[in-house]
């Protein structure tokens, strides 16, 4: 049976452009960034390329912007505690959504512990954060707000340009997670004021193991990994050459082929879309529109989200999510569906289609088909 990847939010396979770009970086042109001598200086010459890609890819000001790390955990990381520490003069409240991913509430409940103020910005059932309550909260030593760009698990794309306002009337930095947008709709950091930014090379069919972290000119961080210096001295360690040519070279290649694959990817989903809200009792998660080109999340009553992905994936070779990857060890129901009002037993039935450049419009009998079967025969299983 043909396999039918559906969780590219959680992983997906590296373009082979990128990897025949980034090859010869493991291989002939292995060096250390910060050795002087000539197979140096090649070495430092890709991470400035994969830089300026990274930066056109957000209209960045400048490629000296772009600060590269270890993956989009790490860049919030820096960016949420770098920020609070480095600015703790201006104030010590921070804000986030409350469907920021783990790797956002987790340092900001980390500051909370060491003296920080922490206030959750709620958001409506669409999952758009709540624009009156955001102005009211904010106050002058709120020195970091983060907001997501778009959201991984029900896949609303939060109104950036408008929250930057806000925060920036009432608080002073805001910082977007946009690991799930990035290289899948346009992002223009300076058009829609835009403090910091994070973004993943996975998540654009770049190599695991590189990120990056936008820092607007004239924002101070304090390093959160001492060591050699690297990366301005923000973010010591030895380069992962490899991973960090393969990502410029995926933002390169995303940012070409943007228009073409956004509209190709919108026409698959709102099919996938229109074909399982047929079934009964079925819901969207999520904006009805204002979501991600690639992303289509429902949830079903009676079942749960475990069984239909383990069904989805034995018995029609699909894979599909029940949310976030990086939560999915627990059997808590995902706090992004709690926040936007589900009830816990309702939160529990959901699964997430994340689309990538394998997936074809010609596929979407076979999915819907496998949803309505599995969906019906967890239904006559079910005690609910
Ligand atoms: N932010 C968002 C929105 C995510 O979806 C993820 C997971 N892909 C992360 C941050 C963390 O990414 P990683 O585990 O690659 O560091």
């Not at 050699?228 to 001295?233: A, I």
Request: hydrophobic share 40%.
């Amino acid at each position: 049976m043909e396999k039918i990847y559906l969780d590219h939010a959680s992983a997906m396979s590296v373009d082979p452009r990128v990897l025949e770009f980034a090859k010869q970086y493991l291989k002939e042109d292995f060096g250390n960034p910060s050795s002087l001598h000539s197979v140096g200086l090649t070495a430092k010459r890709a991470i400035e390329d994969a830089r300026k890609k990274v930066a056109e890819l957000i209209n960045a000001e400048n490629e000296t912007c772009i600060l590269i790390t270890g993956g989009a955990t790490e860049s919030n990381n820096l960016a949420i505690k770098g920020t609070a520490l480095r600015n703790i003069g201006k104030g010590k409240k921070v804000a986030a959504s409350a469907i920021e991913h783990i790797s956002v509430l987790n340092p900001m409940k980390e500051l909370q512990k060491s003296g920080f103020e922490l206030t959750i910005i709620p958001v409506d059932s669409t999952g758009l954060v709540e624009s009156e309550k955001l102005n009211d909260i904010l106050t002058k030593d709120t020195t970091l707000t983060s907001i997501m760009y778009a959201n991984n698990e029900i896949g609303t794309i939060e109104p950036i340009k408008k929250i930057s306002e806000i925060v920036h009337k009432k608080g002073l930095y805001l910082h977007v997670d946009a690991t799930a947008a990035a290289g899948r709709i346009p992002i223009d950091v300076q058009n829609e004021g835009i403090d910091l930014l994070t973004l993943s090379s996975n998540d654009m069919y770049g190599p695991q193991g590189a990120g990056a972290l936008y820092i607007k000119p004239g924002i101070k961080l304090q390093s959160i990994l001492p060591g050699g210096g690297q990366e301005r001295g923000l973010r010591s360690g030895t380069e992962n050459l490899f991973a960090v040519a393969g990502m410029g070279e995926a933002a390169r290649i995303a940012k070409d082929e943007m228009e073409q694959e956004k509209k190709r990817l919108e026409e698959i989903r709102d099919k996938l879309i229109s074909e399982i809200l047929k079934i009964d009792k079925s819901y969207l998660t999520g904006h009805p529109t204002q979501r991600l080109p690639h992303h289509a999340s429902f949830r079903f009553s009676g079942i749960e989200g475990e069984s239909i992905l383990l069904n989805m994936d034995m018995i029609y070779n699909i894979q599909v999510s029940t949310g976030s990857a990086c939560s999915s060890k627990t059997l808590e129901p995902s706090h992004v569906l709690l926040a936007i009002g589900l009830k816990h037993e309702e939160a529990h039935g959901s699964m997430v289609l994340t689309l990538g450049r394998a997936n074809k419009v010609e596929q979407v009998p076979m999915i819907t088909k496998a949803v309505k079967e599995t969906v019906e025969r967890l239904r006559k299983l079910s005690p609910l």
